[in-house]
């Protein structure tokens, strides 16, 4: 009996045993399972890549530069007359900013969409919906840029090549605001267009633009356009209250049409010569290259246009 209880105590040890065994060597959570990144983008939305994206397309030219200049490739890209880089010439097109094609987007099988905002969100649920990844980015002020830059950096694993080129675009603008008085000039931005004009608001790329440099926009303040936060309805009669000492012309068309148009308008009412920025021929017209697409890596480029408008014996040779 004694030889018996032994036995069971001992068969029971070993059952114990093999149990504990058995929840030793249980599944542990793999180190592989780390997020690759974790991106918060231009929707509020939280965007977990589980690896480095390798097949990108995206929705709008002006992401190209800052992408590639973060170690970033593209299979598929809109078609762009002004923002092409070489690298991207020979990649697929998913057709123009303002009419991408889905069905070219899949067919460049990406695994990350990257998506204007203000242009293409519409796009998201459906590449979602098709089991594609997609973040949207705003790209309009210098700190948009910024902020997309070090996504980007995120995106292509490049940390340290975002900061160096934010380094780099912080130091340009620094240098272009050395060159010129530090007056706080007051102006005001009008863009023009076939249906009329407006106010631009300092949201926009120009307005923005006349921010870095320390200028007040005259218009800050003022009401919103219901469908663009960053315009306000034109008035003469409020222009002539608010007497800007400078005057900056944005324009969709050609310059020299929107520069021939703006002064007939001037010449026809008298009111405008009652405008410091007029009466005093401080009037300038800014190209849309960088003033109405965003100029992404390039906002110095902006600033310095800007600066040389008012300031250009400083930037003489």
């Known amino acids: 009996m004694k030889r018996f209880v032994v036995l069971c105590l001992a068969l029971l040890t070993l059952l114990v045993a093999a149990g504990c065994g058995s929840q030793a060597s249980a599944p542990q959570a793999s180190s592989g399972d780390k997020a690759f990144a974790v991106i918060h983008d231009a929707m509020g939305r939280e965007v977990t890549l589980t690896k480095k994206p390798e097949r990108i397309v995206v929705t709008s030219a002006s992401f190209l530069e800052p992408l590639h200049e973060v170690g ?23 057709g123009k900013v303002y009419q991408i094609d889905v069905e070219k987007v899949l067919a460049c099988e990406p695994d990350l969409v990257i998506v204007n905002k203000g242009m293409n969100e519409k796009l998201v649920d459906t590449l979602e919906s098709n089991g594609i990844q997609t973040i949207v980015l705003d790209m309009k002020s210098y700190d948009d840029v910024k902020n997309e830059v070090q996504v980007l950096a995120q995106i292509t694993g490049e940390p340290q090549k975002g900061e160096q080129l934010i380094h780099d675009m912080d130091a340009k603008i620094q240098a272009i605001k050395d060159k010129i008085p530090q007056d706080a000039h007051r102006v005001s931005i009008l863009h023009t267009t076939n249906q009329g004009l407006s106010v631009q608001l300092e949201g926009s790329i120009a307005g923005c633009t006349a921010r870095l440099l320390g200028w007040d926009n005259v218009a800050a303040g003022m009401t919103p356009l219901e469908k663009n936060p960053d315009a306000a309805p034109y008035s003469l009669e409020t222009l002539v209250e608010q007497n800007p000492e400078i005057l900056f012309i944005t324009s969709m068309g050609k310059l020299e049409e929107a520069k021939a148009g703006m002064e007939q308008t001037m010449t026809e009412n008298p009111a405008w010569q009652t405008v410091d920025a007029v009466k005093n021929g401080r009037v300038y017209y800014l190209p849309q290259d960088l003033f109405l697409l965003s100029p992404g890596i390039h906002y110095p480029e902006a600033v310095e246009t800007m600066a040389k408008c008012v300031y250009p014996e400083a930037f003489a040779k």
């Open 72 to 94: 970033g490739d593209v299979v598929g890209r809109p078609d762009s007359k002004t923002k092409m880089p070489e690298y991207a010439k020979d990649k697929a097109s998913v």
